[in-house]
């Protein structure tokens, strides 16, 4: 029979597996049987099980859960990020921000502290504070990757700002640093491909991060968009679909799904994909909800359906 150390691995091996299927409920009942398996196991466990509710998007019993373990050990900094973060996402950024400011030290290793805060802030929408943190972060990092971090996320805070030509700057230093950062990769890709400019350029990076990660969701869904805009609508869908296939509860995927089978014509599956959207918006966390976005899928799904109602409605017949 497997010692507890084995068996807490297969569990382990096994709840990833669960997650991959995007079968929440038994990837959580079993990191709740891994963490039965000998105290170091419910470590792991109680941060798998964790991440586990994050992933099904119920935020309060993640709060929950990481409260229970900063009972046991109220000095836990990694315990402490990952309850600032999940305030973050719930859209509490005040308490984020206080958590994540209690742990600063004024030294260098302040700088995941403020790439942390710059992050939450930015979730936020408060872009000029995420701005000056992800600047405090830029100016302690030493290491490389430390730099990309700062860098990246400076560059995304400019392009939800809309200030493009700055955005290109930060992600431009990053890849001569490191010309294979597949995240940079592909959100600077996906930046020019969904403002239509450059877009041989666009999707030749979004191309590079697929190499570097094929089963990423997301850069199926920027790579798909990319052609998309070129109005490649036979590789839009096939990329699109692969992103669906990964991540099918994600909304942006769905809704760029919808909007191919608009172009091509086939209104009633644009129509299911639009509606699937609309279904997986109301259910995303606070922070990633995205009005316009909503408000866009929305609009176009009523003006598909009051032109289908126009053609299905005959002509009143003109008196002889």
Do not use: C
Request: charged share 30%; aromatic share 8%.
């Amino acid at each position: 029979m497997p010692n507890a150390s084995a068996l807490a691995i297969l569990y382990e091996q096994l709840g990833h597996a669960y997650l991959g299927l995007e079968n929440y409920p038994a990837a959580i009942h079993t990191f709740e049987e891994m963490g039965k398996m000998g105290p170091d196991a419910q470590k792991r466990a109680e941060m798998l099980l964790i991440d586990a509710y994050r992933q099904n998007r119920d935020l309060d019993r993640a709060i929950a859960e990481t409260k229970k373990g900063l009972q046991a050990a109220p000095n836990d900094q990694g315990l402490i990020i990952t309850l600032a973060m999940l305030y973050g996402e719930n859209s509490n950024t005040d308490q984020a921000t206080k958590l994540l400011t209690g742990l600063l030290q004024n030294n260098d290793g302040d700088e995941g502290i403020y790439v942390d805060l710059a992050q939450v802030q930015e979730r936020g929408r408060d872009y000029s504070d995420a701005e000056q943190s992800a600047q405090k972060a830029d100016q302690l990092a030493r290491e490389n990757s430390d730099k990309e971090s700062a860098w990246f996320m400076l560059g995304a805070i400019y392009e939800r700002e809309k200030k493009f030509d700055q955005a290109e700057e930060q992600f431009r230093k990053v890849l001569e640093l490191n010309p294979n950062n597949a995240a940079v990769l592909n959100y600077y890709g996906y930046m020019l491909a969904d403002r239509g400019v450059r877009l041989a350029e666009a999707t030749d990076m979004i191309q590079k991060a697929v190499k570097l990660e094929p089963n990423n969701g997301a850069y199926l869904d920027s790579l798909g968009w990319a052609y998309y805009k070129q109005n490649k609508l036979a590789e839009a869908e096939e990329y699109l679909r692969e992103a669906s296939e990964r991540q099918g509860h994600d909304p942006t995927i769905l809704g760029h799904l919808g909007d191919v089978y608009m172009k091509l014509g086939q209104t009633e599956r644009a129509a299911t994909y639009w509606e699937r959207a609309l279904v997986e918006w109301r259910k995303a966390i606070p922070a990633d909800y995205e009005a316009d976005k909503v408000n866009d899928v929305d609009a176009q799904l009523k003006n598909l359906r009051r032109h289908t109602a126009q053609k299905s409605t005959p002509e009143t017949a003109k008196p002889q």
